[in-house]
C-alpha cells in the first residue's frame, strides 16, 4: 500500500502528464486497497475481483477530475463501495432469477447477508471523508494516531468522528 505522499505524487504525475504508464502506476497503487474494500462488502473472491475490475475502470475514468489526493482517496471508497454493491445487487438479481426458473425452494439466506449489506449502503451514504476515516480504520487497520496526524488532530478527535 502506498502513502498518502505518494499517492498524491502519481495523482498529479497522471494530471500532469496523462500517460498510461503513469495511470497505470496510479491503479496499481490503489488496487488492492480497492479489492480489500470490495471483498469486506461482498466476503466472496471472485465477486470482491468483479467488482475491483468495475472500480478500476471508474478510477481511471475519473482520475483527471480529481481535486486533490485526500479527496480522490475519499471517491475512490466511494467508487469501491458502490461498485461492490452494484455487483452483490446483480448477484441476487441473478439468484432470484435462477430459483425462479428451476422452480426451487428458496434457500435460507446467511444471516448475516442482510445486516452486512444494510451496513455498506450506509457507509455508501456517509460523505467521502467519514467513510474514509471509517474504512482506513476498520478495514485498512490503520492506528487512530496514524489517521489523526495526517489529519492535524488527536487520536481521540478521530475516535470520536468515527464514533
Not at 496499481?28 to 466472496?44: E, K, M, P, S
Request: aromatic share 8%; glycine share 4%.
Amino acid at each position: 500500500m502506498t502513502s498518502p505522499a505518494d499517492d498524491g505524487r502519481l495523482l498529479e504525475d497522471f494530471k500532469a502528464t496523462g500517460s498510461r504508464d503513469s495511470l497505470l502506476a496510479l491503479l496499481r497503487a490503489h488496487q488492492n486497497r480497492i479489492y480489500n474494500v470490495c471483498f469486506q462488502v461482498l466476503n466472496r473472491t471472485q465477486d470482491a475481483e468483479d467488482a475491483t475490475q468495475n472500480a478500476l475502470l471508474k478510477v481511471a475514468e475519473g482520475a483527471r477530475s480529481a481535486t486533490d489526493a485526500d479527496a480522490f482517496a475519499g471517491w475512490i471508497y466511494r467508487v469501491s463501495i458502490r461498485a461492490a454493491l452494484d455487483v452483490w445487487r446483480r448477484r441476487e438479481t441473478a439468484r432470484r432469477h435462477e430459483k425462479r426458473s428451476v422452480m426451487a425452494r428458496p434457500d435460507s439466506v446467511p444471516f448475516d447477508d442482510p445486516e452486512r449489506r444494510a451496513l455498506f449502503e450506509a457507509m455508501e451514504r456517509l460523505d467521502d471523508g467519514d467513510r474514509t476515516l471509517v474504512i482506513q480504520h476498520y478495514f485498512e487497520k490503520v492506528p487512530l494516531e496514524t489517521l489523526g496526524a495526517r489529519r492535524g488532530i488527536s487520536a481521540v478527535a478521530i475516535w470520536k468522528r468515527i464514533d
